[in-house]
Nanobody, 120 residues
Framework: QVQLVESGGGLVQAGGSLRLSCAVS????????MGWYRQAPGKQRDLVAR???????NYADSVKGRFTISRDNAKNTVYLQMNILKPEDTAVYYC??????????????WGQGTQVTVSS
């Protein structure tokens, strides 16, 4: 069974930084794209940043220049470094990955979410 476990959320003042981590565990044959999404109360879940298996990245316009996504393929882990945080970054952040399981079936997997709250 494949699991994505996030960590690193919390409460921070505006202008501060947080680093989110998401570790993939279980029976895994390969991991393709990995990314972070966020969902604020009453809003839809939106892409924040994504990184391909080759290391190409893309970001939402609202976080460009402030957030950096990276991955450690040896650890099956994706990170999101968030700097110059703003109150509008407050949301539940979800890790996402496209994973080829040990039974050689591709699936789209989600973490349980981690709360990020930025106070003004």
């Amino acid at each position: 069974q494949v699991q994505l476990v996030e960590s690193g959320g919390g409460l921070v003042q505006a202008g501060g930084s947080l680093r989110l981590s998401c570790a993939v565990s279980g029976s895994i044959a390969n991991i393709d794209g990995m990314g972070w999404y966020r969902q604020a109360p009453g809003k839809q879940r939106d892409l924040v940043a994504r990184v391909t298996s080759a290391g190409s990245t893309n970001y939402a316009d609202s976080v460009k220049g402030r957030f950096t996504i990276s991955r450690d393929n040896a650890k099956n882990t994706v990170y999101l470094q968030m700097n110059i945080l703003k109150p509008e970054d407050t949301a539940v952040y979800y890790c996402n990955a496209q994973i080829l399981s040990g039974s050689y079936s591709w699936g789209n997997y989600w973490g349980q979410g981690t709360q990020v709250t930025v106070s003004s």
